[in-house]
């Protein structure tokens, strides 16, 4: 059972900085496209950025030029370098695994980030 696990999430003043992280296990490859996507209260889950095995990237145009996503395929891991955080970038953040070839998605569990301002 393929399972991601986020962690790095807290709380930080305006400004500040986080390094989330996502582990994946229960698989052997790790050839998925990774995401890291948010939710906060009242809104909708929104994409914040996404890798290709590749290293193909898409951000969020609110978070271009502060975050970094990035991915160590050894590890089967995903980050995602939150610089400047602002405010409105308080949200639960998820990482997601997509689905190849018909498969399904995976998601993790969540990690809170709280900017204080």
């Known amino acids: 059972q393929v399972q991601l696990v986020e962690s790095g999430g807290g709380l930080v003043q305006a400004g500040g900085s986080l390094r989330l992280s996502c582990i994946t296990s229960?698989?052997?490859?790790?050839?998925?496209?990774m995401g890291w996507y948010r939710q906060a209260p009242g809104n909708q889950r929104e994409l914040v950025a996404k890798?290709?095995?590749?290293?193909?990237?898409d951000y969020a145009d609110s978070v271009k030029g502060r975050f970094t996503i990035s991915r160590d395929n050894g590890k089967k891991m995903v980050y995602l370098q939150m610089n400047r955080l602002k405010p409105e970038d308080t949200a639960v953040y998820y990482c997601k695994r997509d689905g190849r070839f018909g498969g399904i998605d995976y998601w993790g569990q969540g990690t809170q980030v709280t900017v204080s301002s």
């Open positions: 890798i290709t095995n590749s290293g193909n990237i």
């Open positions: 229960g698989t052997t490859t790790f050839l998925n496209t």
